[in-house]
């Protein structure tokens, strides 16, 4: 499969946050098939700069050198998953982060996709919840700020 067949499939990808363990988090908002709630989606990025690749080769490991996990404490082994946060920069080891085994692969697959831990999870959410209110209030006002204008230069014509 091509890089662009690839990143044309991931785009279609999208996890519930509220039927499931776990949160993409993107621009988009759509309902879940599932649970008909507003999700918050995260697609596939067309470019990836080499920062951001970085970011992703040390957000999911097969074990950290002299860490340990932030939830349990116990120090992680060699060859033991663990994910990184991205909100709180805390390491988890999957099963402590609730991060499945196949959502674990993704994040190591697609740089992009973000995984928040329990802790910060609700805050994100929440934050987004609050960007697509802010969007709706900004698309009434736009509209309203359209039909002024239209208004406007009616009076304008009429004048003349």
Same mark, same amino acid.
């Not at 196949?102 to 831990?117: Q, S």
């Not at 208004?151 to 009429?158: F, G, K, M, R, W």
């Given at each position: 499969?091509?890089?662009?067949?690839?990143?044309?499939?991931?785009?279609?990808?999208?996890?519930?946050?509220?039927?499931?363990?776990?949160?993409?988090?993107?621009?988009?908002?759509?309902?879940?098939?599932?649970?008909?709630?507003?999700?918050?989606?995260?697609?596939?990025?067309?470019?990836?700069?080499?920062?951001?690749?970085?970011?992703?080769?040390?957000?999911?490991?097969?074990?950290?050198?002299?860490?340990?996990?932030?939830?349990?404490?116990?120090?992680? *082994?060699?060859?033991?998953?663990?994910?990184?946060?991205?909100?709180?920069? *805390?390491?988890?080891?999957?099963?402590?982060?609730?991060?499945?085994?196949?959502?674990?692969?993704?994040?190591?697959?697609?740089?992009?996709?973000?995984?928040?831990?329990?802790?910060?999870?609700?805050?994100?959410?929440?934050?987004?919840?609050?960007?697509?209110?802010?969007?709706?209030?900004?698309? *009434?006002?736009?509209?309203?700020?359209?039909?002024?204008?239209?208004?406007?230069?009616?009076?304008?014509?009429?004048?003349?």
């Amino acid at each position: 499969m091509s890089e662009q067949e690839r990143r044309k499939k991931s785009k279609k990808k999208k996890q519930c946050a509220e039927c499931q363990e776990f949160t993409w988090i993107g621009s988009a908002q759509e309902k879940c098939e599932q649970c008909e709630k507003q999700t918050p989606v995260r697609d596939a990025m067309e470019d990836k700069d080499e920062e951001q690749q970085q970011r992703g080769n040390r957000r999911t490991t097969g074990g950290k050198d002299d860490s340990c996990c932030s939830k349990c404490k116990v120090t992680f *082994k060699k060859g033991d998953n663990s994910v990184e946060c991205d909100s709180c920069k *805390k390491w988890f080891h999957c099963g402590c982060g609730k991060c499945s085994i196949n959502l674990f692969k993704v994040l190591k697959e697609e740089k992009d996709v973000l995984w928040f831990c329990y802790n910060c999870r609700t805050g994100v959410l929440t934050a987004c919840e609050e960007v697509n209110k802010l969007r709706e209030e900004n698309k *009434k006002v736009r509209q309203e700020l359209r039909e002024y204008r239209e208004q406007n230069e009616e009076l304008a014509d009429s004048i003349r």
